[in-house]
């Protein structure tokens, strides 16, 4: 830390800092004591009415070690902290804020909104301004509210845009029976989804401000709903998404709406939403191709609206410091508070635990120098010892070059189970595939080099394997005279273990490489083990569960939309108003 940012550093809490006087009030406590213990007995007396080492003398160095324990221990609490810069862009030229309030958004899914008028749809313009709105935010919280022929909550109130992006693809026609446009029900839903008082609370309603919502007894409801708004100090903004001379309304299999033979054109009413918006003290806007629209409603409007009381905060971030002095702080208390003894023994402990590390990796040495002077047996029984990823793969390693395939098939499975990295799951893949191959088991080899491919698609030596396994199962599978080496090929076959032309590239005797065909990550132990005991029949029955699942995986469909459909039903607390248009 440079002088320079000493200059920039903060106190989360500075109050705090009074801790570091706890040593001085401590010295008058012992203070006081003596006073009494003077007053209780003389002087020469309190050698005999004091309990031996109740007035033992500490050394000047705790002492002093206790004055910056507490000293370190008060610059911990008090937090103290640098500021970093924030990614944000400064608000207005000024330093970017945050405004707490409570933002609910209302969404027309009528089927007026599917006009074309405005591209490339209304309810799809919609969807999309909304996006760009929860960019935009500086902290609001916000909700989802849909609405038709009856209207329902699709997302609380909530600071996770994500969550609102994934609602808002939800919003549809579909999710209502009844068709039409109830607005009032959609408004009566938001101010009682806005109920805390305490909080600043707004309405944002995007719709194609139909005529036919302000007409007769929805109209009417509508115009309540505003004046419920404008009692609660909730004032109304509204985009209105539609074009001055109306559309016609697309039908989903085919054509267009129709009543009593006419085509219906929703037109909207600008003049009776602009009114319904101004009784709440809120206004409208016209939705455009730029940001002019979310600008008015949102950056002059909304934005402009006083945050919730001690909402309104500078927006920064901070890197941390109050963990170097609260480590170093611990430290003192441990050594200054434990005696000699004890210390000593920390010590001790410390030293064998170092001891028992460098005899691991003695143990690792001469596991892994026994691997490369080809002295197997030896190897494998060293790294069975060790645990962990790279001992199952050097165990594996070893009984692979002793030929014994099944137990190298055990190995390498249980260090598949124990990766954690794609790199790795990579590796034990490879060599499960080179030791399935070598057991005659083609078909799991081949399976194994894929699964190496998944995680590394441009690993060559996986893909010219894989093209050894394939091509002994096209020989098995061919009326040709069969042989154990590659068709067309002469001399030993790839079943004997030998490292010829038609055998897989193996493993590096200095590093063990692999990768399987089959995903064994979400196997067991017990799967694994299997798996290692019986290659041919495990893998067999394991892919055979494999391709079950995936099976039933495909017959699987997202009926997320099905389930918001039940359960906005629960909102639907009254029947539409007789007489309202079905658009």
């Known amino acids: 830390m440079n002088m320079a940012e000493l200059l920039q550093l903060e106190w989360r809490a500075p109050a705090w800092g009074l801790i570091a006087l706890m040593p001085l009030l401590f010295a008058l406590l012992a203070r006081w004591r003596k006073q009494q213990w003077n007053r209780y007995a003389e002087p020469h007396l309190q050698a005999w009415a004091l309990r031996q080492g109740a007035a033992r003398q500490h050394s000047p160095w705790r002492m002093a070690g206790q004055w910056f324990f507490w000293l370190l221990l008060?610059?911990?609490?008090?937090?103290?902290?640098?500021?970093?810069?924030?990614?944000?862009?400064?608000?207005?030229?000024?330093?970017?804020?945050?405004?707490?309030?409570?933002?609910?958004?209302?969404?027309?899914?009528?089927?007026?909104?599917?006009?074309?008028?405005?591209?490339?749809?209304?309810?799809?313009?919609?969807?999309?301004?909304?996006?760009?709105?929860?960019?935009?935010?500086?902290g609001e919280r916000?909700?989802?509210?849909?609405?038709?022929?009856?209207?329902?909550?699709?997302?609380?109130?909530?600071?996770?845009?994500?969550?609102?992006?994934?609602?808002?693809?939800?919003?549809?026609?579909?999710?209502?029976?009844?068709?039409?446009?109830?607005?009032?029900?959609?408004?009566?839903?938001?101010?009682?989804?806005?109920?805390?008082?305490?909080?600043?609370?707004?309405?944002?309603?995007?719709?194609?401000?139909?005529?036919?919502?302000?007409?007769?007894?929805?109209?009417?409801?509508?115009?309540?709903?505003?004046?419920?708004?404008?009692?609660?100090?909730?004032?109304?903004?509204?985009?209105?998404?539609?074009?001055?001379?109306?559309?016609?309304?697309?039908?989903?299999?085919?054509?267009?709406?129709?009543?009593?033979?006419?085509?219906?054109?929703?037109?909207?009413?600008?003049?009776?939403?602009?009114?319904?918006?101004?009784?709440?003290?809120?206004?409208?806007?016209?939705?455009s191709n730029g940001d002019a629209d979310l600008n008015a409603l949102y950056q002059r409007g909304i934005l402009s609206l006083p945050a919730s009381k001690g909402g309104l905060d500078k927006t920064r971030t901070w890197r941390e410091l109050f963990t170097y002095p609260l480590a170093l702080a611990l430290l003192l208390l441990l050594v200054n508070y434990l005696r000699w003894s004890r210390r000593g023994a920390l010590i001790a402990a410390a030293v064998v635990a170092s001891s028992g590390a460098q005899a691991d990796d003695a143990a690792w040495r001469e596991a892994h120098q026994a691997y490369t002077q080809q002295q197997y047996l030896v190897a494998q029984q060293l790294y069975r010892q060790l645990a962990g990823f790279d001992a199952r793969m050097g165990e594996g390693a070893a009984a692979y070059r002793r030929k014994d395939y099944a137990y190298a098939n055990q190995q390498f499975t249980l260090a598949l189970l124990q990766a954690t990295q794609a790199n790795?799951?990579?590796?034990?893949?490879?060599?499960?595939?080179?030791?399935?191959?070598?057991?005659?088991?083609?078909?799991?080899?081949a399976d194994a080099f894929e699964g190496v491919l998944h995680y590394r698609p441009n690993d060559q030596r996986a893909k010219e394997n894989l093209g050894r396994a394939r091509g002994k199962l096209v020989l098995r599978n061919s009326t040709a005279p069969q042989q154990d080496g590659v068709l067309g090929r002469k001399g030993r076959g790839l079943g004997d273990g030998e490292a010829n032309a038609d055998s897989p590239l193996g493993m590096k005797p200095d590093k063990d490489e692999t990768r399987p065909m089959v995903d064994f990550n979400s196997l067991d132990a017990e799967n694994a083990k299997r798996l290692g005991v019986s290659a041919r029949a495990g893998i067999s029955e394991l892919e055979a569960n494999r391709r079950a699942a995936l099976k039933k995986l495909d017959l699987l469909s997202d009926k997320r939309a099905e389930m918001f459909k039940e359960v906005l039903k629960q909102d639907a607390t009254r029947e539409p108003p007789a007489g309202m248009s079905p658009w």
């Open 74 to 138: 008060a610059c911990a609490l008090a937090g103290p902290r640098l500021p970093l810069e924030t990614p944000l862009e400064p608000l207005q030229g000024a330093q970017q804020t945050r405004h707490d309030m409570d933002l609910m958004i209302v969404l027309d899914v009528s089927p007026s909104m599917a006009a074309v008028d405005v591209a490339p749809s209304r309810l799809a313009r919609a969807k999309l301004k909304l996006q760009d709105l929860a960019a935009r935010l500086h």
């Open 142 to 287: 916000i909700g989802l509210i849909a609405f038709s022929g009856e209207a329902g909550l699709l997302l609380p109130l909530t600071r996770d845009t994500q969550v609102f992006d994934a609602s808002l693809a939800l919003a549809n026609a579909k999710l209502f029976d009844d068709h039409g446009s109830y607005l009032a029900a959609a408004l009566d839903l938001a101010r009682r989804n806005l109920a805390d008082k305490k909080r600043s609370r707004a309405v944002l309603l995007l719709s194609d401000i139909d005529a036919n919502s302000l007409s007769g007894a929805a109209g009417n409801a509508a115009i309540n709903a505003a004046r419920a708004l404008e009692a609660a100090h909730i004032p109304l903004y509204i985009l209105a998404v539609a074009s001055d001379g109306g559309a016609a309304i697309p039908l989903a299999e085919g054509g267009t709406l129709q009543q009593d033979g006419v085509q219906v054109t929703s037109r909207p009413d600008r003049a009776g939403f602009q009114a319904l918006a101004g009784i709440s003290g809120g206004s409208m806007a016209q939705v």
């Open 424 to 445: 790795q799951r990579a590796d034990a893949l490879f060599n499960l595939g080179d030791s399935y191959f070598y057991a005659g088991n083609a078909i799991a080899a």
